[in-house]
């Protein structure tokens, strides 16, 4: 949940020009980078009246606020009754037991445990059947000769390659992005929407449920997967509980889809936007691994992510207090030309490319190797199969989650490429 939350209202002539709030305004949402330009450019830590935080968009500060800030942000259910907010309790039951929200040993214990359960050894085992997804889900649409590149392949490939991950039947994977959606849309946001809060709190609902019965279900007949792998993990004998198991399964199978999710779709827009680089990644797919690096620096699929501060402290140049609100723009920090040469350029082969969007230190994103693989299987295989790939003259929307930055559908046309046959293909 982000540190502050507002009632939702139009961007008016009145709204500060360096506000993050402006995201709102659709024109920015579609191009967020000349608002981050001028963040960085005159205000690199900037309070923002109108969100009430901190707007840290310089890659240094970034990291700095990464490294040393507490990701501890999530009002506690008391907290939220204190607001008059109490009906979201279930939420934040869930929240405040997820790692991304946690600090210290409490975050050192969890994770520890998970990546106990989620070994670089298991992510290259899967790299086959992440193949067979991609190919399976492109065999559907390739006579057709178009497609909605989100709804028809960046949406369902990582869900099913996560219903696999996770342990639960595959058949299951519409629900699980559908669930992944909802809750993502509050993490990514920042404003309030009474509406949504309802849907949300539906969703935990539905997904603790979901979960509760599947760990059950588990402890019967064990299921190879994150769940039982996640119910069996020990570390000096500390086990996770049961909701603490239901809570990290919920926040792993959303990162891994709702971000997975963008990395395809807005690098298919980026790259059907510059030909040049499109035609030099087909013709040459051994570069495929520094163009995934390239495109998560340049469209970041997660923009900014909140912490709080620690102690009073100076972050570049300014006095912040204890428990004051940050917003760190990881998207701008990866645009800061003090970091990256030329950074408003697509460069498909850049060097020293350590950008943040997988985040920085302690909570440095879990699930980044396998979405890295997901990323160059899904680029690769889409650019071996299909040919003469355009945008439909569809204007394109943009989702209204501020942080996780999507389209809501992306039409394309193409030719099948008669010479490139999916492993399904007979
Ligand atoms: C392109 C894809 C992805 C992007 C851009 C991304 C981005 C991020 C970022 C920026 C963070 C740090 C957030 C913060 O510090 O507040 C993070 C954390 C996390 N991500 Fe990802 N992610 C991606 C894919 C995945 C996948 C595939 C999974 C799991 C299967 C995953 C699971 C997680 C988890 C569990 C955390 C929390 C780690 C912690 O708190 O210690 N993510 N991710």
Known sequence: ????????????????????????????????????QALRAQ??????????????????????????????????????????????????????????????????????????????????????????????????VLSRGHMDLIAEFASPFPAIVTAGLLGVPTEDHAQLKSWSADFAEMLGNFQHNPERAGRVLRTVEEMTGYFRAAVREQARRPREGLIHALMTAEIDGARLSEDEVIANVIVTMVGGQETTTNLIG???????????????????????????????????????????????????????????????????????????????????LRTDNRHVAFGWAAHFCFGAPLARIEGQIAFTTLLRRLRNVALQPDQLVWRENLGLRGLKALPISFTAEPDAAGSNAA
């Open 266 to 348: 807005n690098g298919v827009l980026t790259l059907l936007r510059q030909p040049d680089r499109l035609a030099q990644l087909r013709d040459d797919p051994t570069i495929v691994s520094s163009a995934v690096e390239e495109l998560l620096r340049y469209e970041s699929p997660s923009q900014h992510t909140g912490r709080i501060v620690p102690d009073d402290c100076e972050l570049g140049g300014k006095q912040l207090r204890k428990r004051d609100a940050v917003m760190a723009v990881m998207a701008a920090a990866n645009r800061d030309p003090a970091r990256f040469p030329d950074p408003d350029r697509l460069d498909l």
């Open 43 to 140: 205000d690199p830590v900037h309070w923002d009246p109108y969100l009430h935080c901190w707007v840290v968009t310089s890659y240094a500060e970034v990291v700095k606020v990464l490294t040393k800030f507490s990701a501890d942000r999530t009002p506690s259910p008391a907290q939220l009754d204190a607001m008059g907010m109490g009906a979201l309790d279930p939420i934040a039951q869930v929240m405040v037991k997820q790692m991304l929200f946690l600090d210290g040993a409490a975050h050192t214990r969890l994770r520890g445990l998970c990546s106990a359960a989620f070994t670089s050894r298991r992510v290259d085992g899967l790299k086959q059947h992440i193949q067979e997804i991609a190919d399976g889900l492109l065999d559907r």
């Open 1 to 36: 949940m982000a540190p502050e939350t507002l009632a939702r209202r139009p961007v008016t002539a009145g709204t500060p020009v360096l506000s993050l709030y402006r995201l709102l305004d659709p024109d920015v949402l579609a191009d967020p980078y000349p608002l981050y």
